[in-house]
């Protein structure tokens, strides 16, 4: 027995010094190799100092990482492309844990490809495709192609509206029931379940409801990703407690962490005390947030829960107008003022709620009801404080999100993860590199439970960033939220270049992902 032991050890020693020492001996039966990046400093996503070392690229997956030493015949006959990556780093793309966009109008995803994310996660908010099932929207994106890959929840407001709950307060039985099903059918091929709870219609739902349906997330071992109930700062408590109390049956994320106009590192750390003692205690809880000190949405966010719909609205503007501007003054005020609310809907683009009522000659609460109303448009709110947001930042169970989509009138959705490495890790020195790469890449992958991508490993696929640092640059602004990120030379999806040198390849080599 102990012959056999001492034999299986000294065969499994072998092959590992052959695969490390030897690139040409492990990678003789290869055919064809598609890419070698050679002369990189690979950060491999897991936190580790940066190390130089060949990849070796198999049609959509890493066969090897080490000193190749190859013959001038390979080079001639079965290897076809090397990229020489001198001078730069070599990572795992990056991950998004919260983004919008409908790939089937725009499958190319340039915004994203541009600062060096290989995999969005779709379906935030409470928002979903309004299919039933949602495979059959997922269907036409394969079909089509995409440059991305896509990480895909359900919307909880969504299968509300499917179910024909919508905007009740008491949902019966049985609608709950026809929910439920439709949920725990659709958590077969997704990643878990999003929650929007400042809008219609999750506003609605109650505790007794989301519990009920964490447990159906818990018992497919999804995740359930929540836009809280309120971020404002004095009920931010209140709605992180909300939703502890659906991690007793789930794992379950903070999308966008902030608190809206709170200020100081030491509220970051109060905040961040809350989810450390609840991680102490087994609640699986993590959270992610994007650098900057502006939120975008949907004018609604400042409206009444009694005034949201449009048919709400109308009757509040008739019977109980006095009061509903009371609100708005109030709420926007406490918002740091219309002065912080910056418009990003036609015909009022890049005007703040100031500027407009200045305009108008009237007052911003008068604008609000009589010119734009709950769903009359978007716009960023400046309500962030910057000090808080950095030290949130530092937090390791914190990850990166842009919130951000294609079309959106916000620097993030094509600036963000360019930011954080301009700002977050050369300017300010708030992150190392390695940790930085860690938040947008290997822990990104543990929050989704994605287990082949989200570090540089043999047998991962190959989704690979490679650039040099200090050429990363967010051009995108506030006045001008479009400007594609630079520096990220060459991004490859699955193995296949789909961004280089500052130019797509057209290579829609994304993939629907499945847990």
Not at 71 to 84: A, G, P, T
Not at 389 to 395: G, N, Y
């Given at each position: 027995?102990?012959?056999?032991?001492?034999?299986?050890?000294?065969?499994?020693?072998?092959?590992?010094?052959?695969?490390?020492?030897?690139?040409?001996?492990?990678?003789?039966?290869?055919?064809?190799?598609?890419?070698?990046?050679?002369?990189?400093?690979?950060?491999?996503?897991?936190?580790?100092?940066?190390?130089?070392?060949?990849?070796?690229?198999?049609?959509?997956?890493?066969?090897?990482?080490?000193?190749?030493?190859?013959?001038?015949?390979?080079?001639?006959?079965?290897?076809?492309?090397?990229?020489?990556?001198?001078?730069?780093?070599?990572?795992?793309?990056?991950?998004?844990?919260?983004?919008?966009?409908?790939?089937?109008?725009?499958?190319?995803?340039?915004?994203?490809?541009?600062?060096?994310?290989?995999?969005?996660?779709?379906?935030?908010?409470?928002?979903?495709?309004?299919?039933?099932?949602?495979?059959?929207?997922?269907?036409?994106?394969?079909?089509?192609?995409?440059?991305?890959?896509?990480?895909?929840?359900?919307?909880?407001?969504?299968?509300?509206?499917?179910?024909?709950?919508?905007?009740?307060?008491?949902?019966?039985?049985?609608?709950?029931?026809?929910?439920?099903?439709?949920?725990?059918e659709t958590l077969e091929y997704t990643f878990g379940m999003s929650t929007g709870l400042e809008y219609n219609p999750g506003l609605h739902a109650e505790i007794k409801e989301l519990n009920q349906l964490a447990r159906i997330v818990g018992k497919h071992d999804r995740l359930i990703m929540s836009h809280m109930r309120?971020?404002?700062?004095?009920?931010?408590?209140?709605?992180?407690?909300?939703?502890?109390?659906?991690?007793?049956?789930?794992?379950?994320?903070?999308?966008?962490?902030?608190?809206?106009?709170?200020?100081?590192?030491?509220?970051?750390?109060?905040?961040?005390?809350?989810?450390?003692?609840?991680?102490?205690?087994?609640?699986?809880?993590?959270?992610?947030?994007?650098?900057?000190?502006?939120?975008?949405?949907?004018?609604?966010?400042?409206?009444?829960?009694w005034a949201k719909t449009k048919e709400q609205f109308e009757l509040a503007k008739l019977n109980r107008r006095d009061e509903l501007a009371t609100y708005l003054k109030n709420r926007v005020n406490r918002r740091n003022g219309p002065e912080a609310t910056l418009l990003g809907t036609e015909p009022f683009i890049g005007?703040?709620?100031?500027?407009?009522?200045?305009?108008?000659?009237?007052?911003?609460?008068?604008?609000?009801?009589?010119?734009?109303?709950?769903?009359?448009?978007?716009?960023?709110?400046?309500?962030?404080?910057?000090?808080?947001?950095?030290?949130?930042?530092?937090?390791?169970?914190?990850?990166?999100?842009?919130?951000?989509?294609?079309?959106?009138?916000?620097?993030?959705?094509?600036?963000?993860?360019?930011?954080?490495?301009?700002?977050?890790?050369?300017?300010?020195?708030?992150?190392?590199?390695?940790?930085?790469?860690?938040k947008m890449t290997s822990f990104a992958a543990s929050v989704l439970a994605i287990e082949d991508r989200g570090t540089l490993k043999i047998g991962q696929k190959a989704d690979i960033l490679i650039f040099e640092p200090n050429n990363i640059k967010a051009l995108a602004t506030y006045p001008n939220p479009f400007q594609?990120?630079?520096?990220?030379?060459?991004?490859?999806?699955?193995?296949?270049?789909?961004?280089?040198?500052?130019?797509?390849?057209?290579?829609?080599?994304?993939?629907?992902?499945?847990?």
């Open positions: 027995m102990r012959l056999i032991v001492l034999f299986f050890y000294f065969f499994n020693l072998l092959l590992l010094i052959g695969c490390s020492e030897n690139g040409v001996s492990f990678l003789s039966e290869f055919s064809k190799i598609d890419h070698i990046i050679v002369n990189g400093q690979v950060i491999d996503g897991t936190g580790k100092p940066a190390f130089e070392a060949d990849i070796v690229i198999v049609d959509d997956e890493i066969v090897f990482i080490g000193d190749t030493s190859f013959s001038e015949q390979d080079f001639n006959s079965r290897i076809m492309s090397v990229i020489d990556a001198s001078g730069r780093v070599v990572t795992p793309g990056f991950i998004d844990l919260h983004a919008h966009g409908n790939p089937l109008k725009n499958n190319q995803l340039e915004n994203f490809l541009a600062m060096g994310v290989t995999t969005i996660t779709l379906g935030q908010d409470g928002s979903s495709p309004n299919y039933n099932p949602l495979s059959d929207w997922l269907d036409q994106i394969i079909n089509q192609g995409i440059g991305t890959n896509i990480a895909m929840f359900v919307g909880h407001g969504t299968l509300r509206n499917l179910s024909g709950i919508g905007l009740s307060d008491s949902p019966s039985t049985e609608d709950i029931q026809k929910m439920s099903k439709m949920l725990s309120n971020e404002d700062d004095d009920q931010l408590e209140v709605s992180i407690a909300e939703l502890l109390d659906q991690g007793q049956f789930a794992k379950v994320h903070i999308s966008h962490l902030k608190a809206v106009y709170g200020n100081g590192k030491e509220r970051a750390n109060q905040l961040l005390r809350i989810l450390n003692d609840a991680r102490d205690i087994g609640v699986k809880i993590t959270a992610d947030i994007y650098p900057y000190n502006a939120s975008y949405t949907g004018i609604g966010i400042i409206f009444p829960k005007m703040t709620l100031a500027e407009l009522a200045h305009k108008r000659e009237t007052s911003f609460e008068d604008i609000l009801i009589d010119e734009i109303g709950p769903n009359g448009a978007s716009g960023a709110y400046f309500v962030m404080n910057d000090e808080l947001q950095s030290q949130l930042l530092t937090d390791s169970f914190i990850g990166i999100c842009s919130d951000g989509s294609s079309n959106g009138f916000h620097p993030r959705g094509h600036g963000t993860f360019a930011k954080i490495i301009e700002r977050y890790v050369l300017k300010e020195k708030i992150l190392s590199l390695e940790e930085a790469i860690r594609l990120a630079q520096g990220f030379d060459i991004v490859l999806v699955n193995g296949e270049i789909a961004r280089k040198n500052n130019r797509l390849t057209n290579k829609l080599s994304g993939k629907v992902l499945k847990p």
